[in-house]
Nanobody
Framework: QVQLVESGGGLVQPGGSLRLSCAAS???????MRWYRQAPGKQRDLVAH???????TYADSVKGRFTISRDNAKNAVYLQMNSLKPEDTAVYYC??????????WGKGTLVTVSS
């Protein structure tokens, strides 16, 4: 069992920045780590993905503004969010893919972008 704990959410003004962190509870090989988000009344969408080799992909809506990174030694993943917009408001979830049949989720951290 692996627990994921997110941190770094909060209230920020439009145009501001936040950095989300997610740490795994124990050391294990994690193939890919991802950030998803879910706005009220909407489905959970993939925001960014990074695999064990450092290859990244992003949703079109965040390209150029968000950066995902990971520290394999710490089993941690980060999401640097710049130029935040009100439409970025959501609960952000960390996801760790151990194998094609095994993945874990964090409980989420709320990001609110509002003036």
């Amino acid at each position: 069992q692996v627990q994921l704990v997110e941190s770094g959410g909060g209230l920020v003004q439009p145009g501001g920045s936040l950095r989300l962190s997610c740490a795994a509870s124990r050391s294990t090989f994690i193939y890919a780590m991802r950030w998803y988000r879910q706005a009220p009344g909407k489905q959970r969408d993939l925001v960014a993905h990074i695999n064990s080799g450092g290859i990244t992909t992003y949703a079109d809506s965040v390209k150029g503004r968000f950066t995902i990174s990971r520290d394999n030694a710490k089993n941690a993943v980060y999401l640097q969010m710049n130029s935040l917009k009100p439409e970025d408001t959501a609960v952000y979830y960390c996801n760790a893919v151990i194998s094609p049949a095994l993945e874990y989720w964090g409980k989420g951290t709320l990001v609110t972008v509002s003036s």
